[in-house]
């Protein structure tokens, strides 16, 4: 087939993109797509396989559901252009693109196809829609779909489905421009079914690169009942707008170009995209596709795709080690992806008013997941990234006096808990990334810590600080969690402080990072929600809230996954738990009553906190090293659930590579055995004075679940602790964990 050959054309030179497998975590929930989109881009072009009947059980109006594509799902009804990847709630999925032959149809569960011979790569998604022989080739730019639709002789036409998409908005624009070119806007918004008042328009623009012979849009309109529908003849049925060239609104629309081919033709459909206008649409897919043909455009992509992925060499393991490895690397640079257009312009915060900037600007902070891990490797790996994406949380505090939770599009969803944003802040610039507005970061994370009336970050604050704690009465779920959540936010302002000389405020804040004690049942020796009274929440059962249970004291969690969150104080934890003995007893105990869950941030560090035990490291390394081989494999199921925006993907890149940032905003590794030989890290020279860090293990790969570590040497000089700081880590040339 046409698209192997490009495939295997490209591929030849690119060695780190040939290790990725997009199919990986389109199962199991992890959320993830194939589509093609190039590095952070604000278009993909997804195979949409999520709706109709014949998609049961996994189909999106029958469940929870928030993915364009499902890989067990055969029916396939369209091509969307933006697209979420690895989130928890149903958004976007979006402008669906359709080839079909024969006849004209407008309704997606007749129009519908099964798909085979489906090939994916970082930048491409190619498929065969069985019930008309036509070959789908797709690829994309950052702001720009491109799709190369193979079809065979005969009537032939292409969909623009406006009606289809995942999220629950409706609304919609269409524009015939001519026989090449469509124009118009779909509404979305309301992710998590949360704030339908900040729902926002996506503009776009279409080119074809064959003029259409027919064409026109469709309209189906809502059926009405009563007195006045016995005089619709029309009521509830499509109508067809034949060469029409002025704009239709409507909720169920879409528009068709037609043809009728001689012989076998293909024919290449460009969608724009922009969430500012109609003009920038076109802009955008001008500047970045115009006099370039799909396999330029292919050949572009891939090599920005290989360029990032090839920052980290790995050297030893298994094929498929290095491709759930490159797959995990390929994830983490999907989100948070482009927000401006080509010239700049950009919705701002809430009021979507028009901004430029110079930098990029980017959205999709899903930061409650975030801020345990993606953010401090993006620091590592891709130092001006994150320095981009802390700029765009500043602009967001700008713009709406707050800094972003969980921002979306240029809305902020509010979705889960907590006060995440400064958490990312100060350890970013804790790890040596200060480009940014240092000051002002400073500013808005203490807003967030202070402000006691209508603080959207911190509810219940006035509370915390008085007692130290939420209470139940407080909030109506996750009194515990939202505390130890607060307490980690206090933790960052206070590493920030210091290192500003702001002793005062060091102090303060310090305090206020360790309140989550107050919440420690000595009885139990495990975290429970207090009354406001300061009694004890009873009855108090700590396995409940595990799998979305409502819990008074967790939210999506149990006091056994939320514990032992609180990396940065974890030797008084231990104290706390009577001892180091106690300490690995209990942890051992979430693992061995399978109260450890692998998909769920709160206790995504648990297997590290062994480390903190003198003479218990050897557990981190037989946990960590189950855990990569339990849940991570090179298969659609192969993550342990939803992605997370790449959360859960940084959790096994730096598990794989030995080190993990078991404490946020506290530039330290810790360190376990590396699943490579070699890994070499190309350190970006405007952030770094090195080229390359090195980290080296002798494990053979026939003992890698056997062997522990016997020593740790730094520049093959021995290193007596599992901990290492990131300045000693990025300043030395080479990390060698020798193992036994």
Same mark, same amino acid.
Request: glycine content about 8%.
């Given at each position: 087939?046409?698209?192997?050959?490009?495939?295997?054309?490209?591929?030849?030179?690119?060695?780190?993109?040939?290790?990725?497998?997009?199919?990986?975590?389109?199962? +199991?929930?992890?959320?993830?797509?194939?589509?093609?989109?190039?590095?952070?881009?604000? =278009?993909?072009?997804?195979?949409?396989?999520?709706?109709?009947?014949?998609?049961?059980?996994?189909?999106?109006?029958?469940?929870?559901?928030?993915?364009?594509?499902?890989?067990?799902?055969?029916?396939?009804?369209?091509?969307?252009?933006?697209?979420?990847?690895?989130?928890?709630?149903?958004?976007?999925?979006?402008?669906?693109?359709?080839?079909?032959?024969?006849?004209?149809?407008?309704?997606?569960?007749?129009?519908?196809?099964?798909?085979?011979?489906?090939?994916?790569?970082?930048?491409?998604?190619?498929? @065969?829609?069985?019930? &008309?022989?036509?070959?789908?080739?797709?690829?994309?730019?950052? !702001?720009?779909?491109?799709?190369?639709?193979?079809?065979?002789?005969?009537?032939?036409n292409i969909l623009i489905n406006l009606g289809l998409g995942l999220t629950n908005e409706e609304g919609a624009m269409?524009?015939?421009?001519?026989?090449?070119?469509?124009?118009?806007?779909?509404?979305?918004?309301?992710?998590?079914?949360?704030?339908?008042?900040?729902?926002?328009?996506? &503009?776009?623009?279409?080119?074809?690169?064959?003029?259409?012979?027919?064409?026109?849009?469709?309209?189906?309109?809502?059926?009405?009942?009563?007195?006045?529908?016995?005089?619709?003849?029309?009521?509830?049925?499509?109508?067809?707008?034949?060469?029409?060239?002025?704009?239709?609104?409507?909720?169920?629309?879409?528009?068709?170009?037609?043809?009728?081919?001689?012989?076998?033709?293909?024919?290449?459909?460009?969608?724009?995209?922009?969430?500012?206008?109609?003009?920038?649409?076109?802009?955008?897919?001008?500047?970045?596709?115009?006099?370039?043909?799909?396999?330029?455009?292919?050949?572009?992509?891939?090599?920005?795709?290989?360029?990032?992925?090839?920052?980290?060499?790995?050297?030893?393991?298994?094929?498929?080690?290095?491709?759930?490895?490159?797959?995990?690397?390929?994830?983490?640079?999907?989100?948070?992806?482009?927000?401006?257009?080509?010239?700049?312009?950009?919705?701002?915060?809430?009021?979507?008013?028009?901004?430029?900037?110079?930098? @990029? !600007?980017?959205?999709?902070?899903?930061?409650?997941?975030?801020?345990?891990?993606?953010?401090?490797?993006?620091?590592?790996?891709?130092?001006?990234?994150?320095?981009?994406?802390?700029?765009?949380?500043?602009?967001?505090?700008?713009?709406?006096?707050?800094?972003?939770?969980?921002?979306?599009?240029?809305?902020?969803?509010?979705?889960?808990?907590?006060?995440?944003?400064?958490?990312?802040?100060?350890?970013?610039?804790?790890?040596?990334?200060?480009?940014?507005?240092?000051?002002?970061?400073?500013?808005?994370?203490?807003?967030?810590?202070?402000?006691?009336?209508?603080?959207?970050?911190?509810?219940?604050?006035?509370?915390?600080?008085?007692?130290?704690?939420?209470?139940?009465?407080?909030?109506?779920?996750?009194?515990?969690?939202?505390?130890?959540?607060?307490?980690?936010?206090?933790?960052?302002?206070?590493?920030?402080?210091?290192?500003?000389?702001?002793?005062?405020?060091?102090?303060?804040?310090?305090?206020?990072?360790?309140?989550?004690?107050?919440?420690?049942?000595?009885?139990?020796?495990?975290?429970?929600?207090?009354?406001?009274?300061?009694?004890?929440?009873?009855?108090? +059962?700590?396995?409940?809230?595990?799998?979305? =249970?409502?819990?008074?004291?967790?939210?999506?969690?149990?006091?056994?996954?939320?514990?032992?969150?609180?990396?940065?104080?974890?030797?008084?934890?231990?104290?706390?738990?009577?001892?180091?003995?106690?300490?690995?007893?209990?942890?051992?105990?979430?693992?061995?009553?399978?109260?450890?869950?692998?998909?769920?941030?709160?206790?995504?560090?648990?297997?590290?906190?062994?480390?903190?035990?003198?003479?218990?490291?050897?557990?981190?390394?037989?946990?960590?090293?189950?855990?990569?081989?339990?849940?991570?494999?090179?298969?659609?199921?192969?993550?342990?659930?939803?992605?997370?925006?790449?959360?859960?993907?940084?959790?096994?890149?730096?598990?794989?590579?030995?080190?993990?940032?078991?404490?946020?905003?506290?530039?330290?590794?810790?360190?376990?055995?590396?699943?490579? +030989?070699?890994?070499?890290?190309?350190?970006?020279?405007?952030?770094?004075?090195?080229?390359?860090?090195?980290?080296?293990?002798?494990?053979?790969?026939?003992?890698? +679940?056997?062997?522990?570590?016997?020593?740790?040497?730094?520049?093959?000089?021995?290193?007596?602790?599992?901990?290492?700081?990131?300045?000693?880590?990025?300043?030395?040339?080479?990390?060698?964990?020798?193992?036994?």
């Amino acid at each position: 087939m046409i698209f192997f050959c490009v495939l295997g054309h490209w591929g030849l030179a690119q060695k780190q993109i040939d290790y990725v497998n997009p199919f990986i975590g389109t199962s +199991n929930f992890g959320a993830t797509n194939p589509g093609a989109i190039a590095p952070r881009g604000m =278009v993909s072009v997804s195979p949409f396989n999520v709706a109709g009947p014949q998609n049961l059980p996994l189909e999106k109006d029958s469940g929870w559901l928030s993915t364009p594509y499902v890989n067990e799902n055969t029916f396939l009804t369209g091509f969307s252009h933006v697209n979420l990847s690895g989130v928890g709630c149903p958004d976007l999925g979006v402008i669906l693109t359709m080839p079909t032959t024969g006849d004209l149809e407008t309704d997606y569960k007749k129009y519908g196809s099964t798909h085979s011979f489906e090939i994916a790569k970082p930048g491409y998604y190619g498929t @065969t829609l069985n019930k &008309y022989k036509v070959k789908v080739e797709t690829t994309a730019s950052t !702001r720009t779909g491109i799709s190369k639709y193979h079809f065979p002789s005969g009537k032939a036409n292409i969909l623009i489905n406006l009606g289809l998409g995942l999220t629950n908005e409706e609304g919609a624009m269409v524009k015939i421009v001519s026989p090449t070119e469509i124009e118009g806007m779909r509404n979305v918004g309301s992710f998590c079914y949360y704030k339908p008042e900040e729902a926002y328009p996506v &503009y776009f623009v279409a080119k074809f690169s064959k003029p259409a012979s027919d064409y026109g849009v469709w309209k189906k309109p809502r059926t009405y009942c009563g007195p006045e529908a016995q005089w619709m003849g029309y009521n509830g049925k499509t109508r067809l707008y034949k060469q029409y060239q002025k704009e239709v609104v409507g909720d169920s629309i879409g528009t068709y170009f037609s043809y009728d081919f001689i012989e076998p033709t293909e024919v290449e459909v460009k969608i724009g995209v922009s969430y500012i206008s109609i003009e920038n649409a076109r802009e955008n897919l001008e500047k970045e596709t115009q006099g370039l043909a799909f396999i330029d455009i292919y050949k572009n992509t891939s090599t920005q795709w290989n360029d990032l992925l090839s920052k980290i060499e790995v050297e030893g393991g298994s094929k498929d080690d290095k491709t759930i490895f490159y797959t995990a690397l390929y994830h983490t640079l999907i989100h948070p992806n482009t927000l401006n257009d080509y010239n700049g312009e950009y919705p701002s915060m809430a009021k979507r008013q028009t901004m430029t900037t110079q930098d @990029t !600007r980017f959205t999709v902070f899903s930061l409650w997941d975030t801020y345990r891990n993606l953010h401090a490797l993006m620091s590592l790996v891709y130092p001006k990234q994150q320095s981009d994406m802390v700029k765009s949380m500043l602009h967001i505090y700008d713009e709406s006096g707050w800094l972003p939770k969980w921002e979306l599009n240029a809305t902020e969803t509010t979705t889960m808990v907590g006060d995440p944003a400064g958490i990312i802040l100060a350890d970013t610039y804790l790890r040596g990334i200060k480009d940014f507005d240092i000051e002002k970061a400073y500013e808005a994370m203490r807003k967030s810590a202070t402000q006691l009336d209508d603080n959207p970050l911190r509810p219940g604050i006035e509370d915390y600080i008085k007692k130290g704690y939420l209470s139940t009465k407080t909030i109506e779920s996750g009194s515990v969690s939202t505390t130890q959540e607060y307490n980690i936010s206090d933790f960052a302002i206070a590493q920030l402080a210091k290192a500003l000389g702001k002793t005062n405020d060091y102090k303060l804040f310090s305090n206020r990072s360790i309140s989550y004690r107050k919440l420690f049942d000595k009885t139990l020796n495990l975290l429970r929600p207090k009354n406001d009274d300061g009694s004890w929440h009873s009855p108090f +059962n700590p396995d409940t809230g595990a799998n979305f =249970v409502k819990n008074f004291g967790f939210i999506e969690g149990n006091s056994w996954q939320y514990t032992f969150m609180v990396a940065h104080d974890t030797k008084y934890l231990m104290k706390m738990m009577g001892g180091k003995k106690q300490f690995v007893e209990k942890l051992d105990e979430v693992f061995d009553k399978k109260q450890f869950d692998m998909a769920n941030e709160p206790d995504i560090a648990y297997p590290y906190l062994y480390n903190f035990a003198e003479g218990y490291e050897w557990k981190t390394q037989e946990r960590v090293t189950q855990l990569i081989n339990t849940y991570f494999t090179n298969k659609p199921a192969g993550l342990p659930g939803n992605d997370d925006t790449g959360t859960m993907s940084a959790w096994l890149i730096y598990s794989m590579m030995g080190i993990y940032p078991v404490s946020p905003a506290d530039p330290i590794y810790t360190i376990t055995k590396p699943v490579f +030989n070699k890994i070499t890290i190309h350190l970006d020279k405007r952030y770094y004075k090195n080229d390359s860090l090195v980290i080296t293990s002798n494990t053979p790969e026939n003992e890698a +679940n056997n062997a522990y570590i016997k020593e740790i040497q730094i520049n093959g000089k021995p290193h007596k602790s599992y901990f290492i700081t990131h300045d000693t880590l990025i300043n030395a040339n080479t990390l060698s964990i020798i193992s036994k």
